[in-house]
C-alpha cells in the first residue's frame, strides 16, 4: 500500500457482515488502511450471494469483491472462551472497530462498545462510539419527502406520465425506444420548445402562463410525446444540450457508460478470477490522491496464521486457539 495515502497507517477490524458495515470498511481501505475482516468459520454469507434467490445469479461471487476487497481475513469462532483473547488483541492493535451485529447477539458475544472500549480507550486520546442505521441512512436519502411530512406538506400521489404536475418534469421515449428524463422548470419551457424546434408552443394560449400550463399540462405532454418520438436518443442528446435530461439505463447499459470508466467510478479488480475484472469505486475522489489499486476479497481465513503472528501468538498459541475451537479450519459454505 502507498505510504502517502490519507488513512495509511490505519487499522481497521471489520466484524460486520453483508453490505453497509463492510461498505464502510472498504471506503477506508481504498485509500490505504489495513482492514482485517472477521469472519464466522462459515463464512460471511455474503460470500455466497451470488447464489441466493432474488440477487442476480452468477458464478463469479461479485458482492463480495464490491464489499470486502483490499481487506485481510481471519477466521475466527466468537462463541468460544479462547476467541476473547484473540478478539482482545485485535481490538488493541486496531484504530477502528466496524460492527453491525444486533445488540442481543453482540451482547452475548461481548462486542457492546462497552466491553471493547476498556481494551483500547485511543483516537484523539480517548475512543468515541459512532453508530448509524439503515433506517437512519434511507430517511436521509428520502429527505426531502420526508422534511415535506414533517410540516404537513401535500404529497404527490403516483406518478402518472400523461398528466404530470409539470410536463417539463416528465419521462419520455425517442423514436429508438430510448425512455429518458427531461427534469427542467416550468420557466426553462420557452429555451426547450425552441431546442427541439416547436418555438410555437411559446405563443399557444394553453401553456401562456404558469395556471395555464398547469391546468393543460397533459395536452403539452401529448404535444412531446410525439416531438420526442420522431426523432432517435442521439439527436436529442445534441438538441437538449444544456438542459438536464438523462436516459433511463439499465444495469447493462449503465456499465458501457464511458464516463464510468473515465472517472474512475469502475475500476479494474485484480486477481478475483472468472469474469471479475473490474469492480466499483467508492463514490469519494480526492484529487491529487491515488486509491489503493483494488485487489480481491481474501479467501475464507486466508490470513488467519499471519494475523495472529502479528498479534503475538506463536506456533504453540496458534495451535492452542484450533485445539480449542477459537481459529477452527475454515469451511466454505455450499450454497
Known amino acids: ?26 471506503i477506508l481501505s481504498d485509500f490505504g488502511a489495513d482492514v482485517i475482516k472477521v469472519e464466522p468459520p ?12 432474488v440477487e442476480p445469479q452468477s458464478d463469479d461471487p461479485y458482492q463480495w469483491h464490491l464489499a470486502n476487497r483490499n481487506k485481510r481475513g481471519i477466521v475466527l469462532n466468537l462463541k468460544s472462551p479462547s476467541a476473547q ?24 458475544l461481548k462486542l457492546e462498545y462497552a466491553d471493547v472500549a476498556q481494551w483500547n480507550p485511543r483516537r484523539t486520546g480517548k475512543g468515541a462510539y459512532v453508530t448509524t442505521s439503515l433506517l437512519a441512512e434511507g430517511v ?11 410540516c404537513d406538506a401535500k404529497l404527490p400521489g403516483l406518478h402518472d406520465r ?23 422548470t416550468p420557466d426553462k419551457l420557452a429555451g426547450v420548445a425552441k431546442a427541439i424546434g416547436r418555438p410555437d408552443l411559446l405563443t ?12 393543460n399540462g397533459h395536452e403539452l405532454v401529448a ?30 447499459e449503465v456499465i458501457n457508460d464511458p464516463q464510468l470508466k473515465a472517472n474512475d467510478i469502475v475500476v479494474p479488480l485484480e486477481g478475483a478470477g472468472g469474469k ?34 502479528e498479534l503475538g501468538f506463536d506456533a504453540k498459541g496458534i495451535e492452542g486457539l484450533r485445539t480449542s475451537g477459537a481459529v477452527p479450519e475454515a469451511k466454505e459454505h455450499v450454497a
Open 1 to 26: 500500500m502507498a505510504s502517502d495515502n490519507i488513512f495509511s497507517g490505519l487499522k481497521v477490524v471489520d466484524l460486520s457482515s453483508f453490505i453497509a458495515g463492510p461498505g464502510a470498511a472498504v
Open 42 to 53: 462459515s463464512g460471511d454469507l455474503w460470500r455466497y450471494g451470488n447464489k441466493i434467490p
Open 85 to 108: 483473547q484473540v478478539l482482545e488483541k485485535l481490538v488493541k492493535w486496531a484504530d477502528v472497530l466496524v460492527v453491525n451485529t444486533p445488540h442481543p447477539a453482540r451482547k452475548k
Open 140 to 150: 436521509w436519502a428520502a429527505g426531502v419527502m420526508i422534511a415535506a411530512a414533517l
Open 162 to 184: 400523461r398528466n404530470p404536475a409539470s410536463a417539463v418534469t416528465n419521462v419520455y421515449r425517442a423514436a429508438d425506444g430510448t425512455w429518458f428524463l427531461l427534469a427542467v
Open 204 to 215: 399557444d394560449p394553453r401553456f401562456s402562463d404558469p395556471a395555464k400550463l398547469a391546468a
Open 223 to 252: 404535444i412531446l410525446d410525439e416531438v420526442f418520438g420522431a426523432q432517435p436518443m442521439a439527436h436529442w442528446y445534441d438538441a437538449l444540450s444544456g438542459f438536464t435530461f438523462a436516459p433511463v439505463r439499465g444495469p447493462q
Open 276 to 309: 471479475l475484472t473490474s469492480t466499483i469505486s467508492s463514490p469519494i475522489q480526492v484529487h491529487g490522491v491515488a486509491k489503493v489499486p483494488a485487489r480481491r476479497a481474501p479467501n475464507l481465513g486466508e490470513h488467519t496464521d499471519e494475523i495472529l503472528q
